[in-house]
């Protein structure tokens, strides 16, 4: 029998994730509800009529009330529901609305885990978190209609591996052939040293004489390389797929070692959560999420490290990024393997050619000053169960006005992505997750970028300030018209960040 306690919070989920997505839908020109007495009403061809209370922002979508959400007169209960009633409205064919359905139980009961971890804190603690504890607590992409649909993931692998299940993961270890890897390192030696950054001294020993032990030859640095796994990639894929390595002796298990890791909200990234300014380690996991596959993708491996340090130089050396504060957490490291058969078939489908790799990138929490504290630009949007608000508690603690801290969140975040964008044509996707704001006692100061590999361009023009990046990372960047760049400015920042928090700043009387 179940408790109305979960009945009701089922019906809640249910009508925030239809508020959502009629929301979303109206701003992407998919709906058209239409204004009605004092609230609006959409009706679908299917016949059947929703109704709601909701108020229009300034980019023109309409904010959704959804406790007013009324189907055919009868209270909302069912987003699966939505999606069938507006499957012609959509154009949605049996076979994506099938799919459809099945990310929106998944993404149901992932939000039923982060409600229930937000049951233990409100807005001003939350403000106060460090940028990897908070992450448990986030909604993730607000722009993303079903964002947690993470398609392979039942309900155990979703308690374990899901961020908002909180729950540290530790690593399994692996040695592969160094002839089957690409490696692409800033240095000599920084793989060993990322390694060794993941566990103990005592377990890096530990680690090494298991591998000796398995090996011969005196050369075993240059012969094997240490790679971390993700438990349910170990079990699900390379235990599997990559058999054959196994049988030959081109890999090697080495067990579970090291570090806890927690899950952040990219679901492949963990930071350490034992020491935590050690480097985040970004690992492959072959499940359907958000639209695509979550592996390692190989181009840009070999590219990584070159790139990350190249554009941490533009920022140091740049007078306006350098008087900002803006800085690169970098990619010293990356490794991937590819298949030794789907290796052969160029046109297989991507998930098979990035199902093993790492990629290791800087803590944001090594490069924080004394009194500084970082947050995803992501936090800024977050509520807490009552609809108090994350943004709200740092203005009040910055003791700046709404317009001054809004102004100097600007000047941290937007300028910077400007000037990146027509100085040096590098255009970056900078949503919520790829940028990390760092405060002063509630003040914007600096901005983190990351994500890298896939989500930086160039433009396809010879700009002067191009000439000093390193041939191999320009090999790898895709070119793109200067009218592109900026669109991907005011779609991955301005219309995935700002336009939520413009209208949850406005719905908080703050703004």
Not at 368 to 394: F, I, K, T, W
Not at 404 to 414: A, N, R, Y
Not at 459 to 479: C, G, K, M, N
Request: glycine share 8%; aromatic share 8%.
């Amino acid at each position: 029998m179940v408790h109305d306690t979960e009945a009701s919070l089922w019906h809640r989920l249910n009508q925030q994730l239809v508020a959502k997505n009629i929301s979303e839908l109206q701003y992407e020109e998919c709906l058209v509800p239409e204004p009605s007495g004092d609230g609006w009403h959409l009706r679908l061809a299917s016949g059947v009529e929703y109704r709601f209370q909701a108020w229009r922002s300034i980019w023109g979508q309409l904010r959704v009330n959804s406790g007013s959400l009324l189907r055919d007169g009868s209270p909302v209960t069912s987003a699966a529901q939505f999606y069938i009633d507006a499957q012609q409205d959509l154009e949605l064919d049996a076979i994506v609305l099938a799919n459809l359905l099945e990310e929106c139980a998944q993404t149901l009961y992932g939000d039923r885990l982060a409600w229930l971890q937000r049951e233990q804190i409100d807005a001003a603690a939350l403000a106060q978190l460090d940028v990897d504890r908070q992450q448990v607590f986030l909604d993730g992409h607000p722009k993303a209609v079903l964002n947690k649909g993470r398609l392979g993931w039942g309900s155990t692998e979703l308690q374990q591996f899901a961020p908002e299940s909180g729950q540290p993961v530790r690593l399994r270890w692996i040695a592969v052939a160094a002839s089957e890897c690409t490696l692409g390192a800033q240095r000599p030696g920084q793989l060993q040293a990322m390694v060794r950054s993941a566990m103990s001294e005592r377990e890096y020993r530990e680690l090494r004489q298991t591998l000796q032990r398995h090996t011969t030859g005196p050369d075993v640095e240059e012969s094997w390389h240490l790679l971390p796994v993700h438990p349910w990639q170990w079990q699900h894929k390379i235990r599997i797929q990559f058999q054959e390595w196994l049988a030959r002796g081109r890999m090697l298990d080495l067990g579970v070692h090291g570090h806890r890791f927690l899950p952040l909200q990219s679901i492949r990234t963990l930071a350490n959560l034992d020491c935590p300014t050690h480097p985040n380690v970004k690992l492959p996991l072959t499940i359907l999420n958000t639209s695509c596959y979550r592996g390692i993708p190989g181009q840009y491996i070999a590219a990584g490290g070159v790139l990350s340090a190249w554009l941490q130089t533009l920022c140091r050396q740049d007078a306006l990024l350098s008087q900002r504060g803006t800085l690169v957490l970098q990619e010293p490291v990356g490794v991937t393997c590819n298949h030794p058969r789907y290796g052969q078939i160029d046109a297989a489908p991507y998930r098979y050619h990035e199902m093993l790799g790492v990629i290791w990138r800087q803590s944001v929490q090594s490069q924080l000053q004394p009194g500084e504290r970082a947050m995803l630009m992501a936090g800024l949007l977050q509520q807490d169960n009552r609809g108090d608000s994350v943004v709200r508690h740092l203005i009040v603690e910055s003791g700046m006005s709404p317009e001054q801290w809004v102004t100097s969140l600007f000047g941290v975040v937007v300028v910077p992505l400007y000037h990146l964008m027509c100085q040096y044509g590098v255009g970056l996707v900078a949503h919520g997750q790829n940028l990390t704001l760092i405060l002063e006692q509630g003040r914007p100061r600096r901005l983190a970028l990351k994500g890298l590999q896939g989500d930086l361009r160039l433009v396809d023009q010879d700009f002067p300030e191009l000439e000093s990046l390193p041939p191999q990372a320009a090999a790898v960047l895709t070119r793109l018209p200067p009218e592109y760049l900026l669109h991907d400015l005011l779609t991955g920042h301005f219309v995935t960040v700002l336009r939520y928090l413009s209208a949850l700043m406005q719905e908080q009387g703050l703004l």
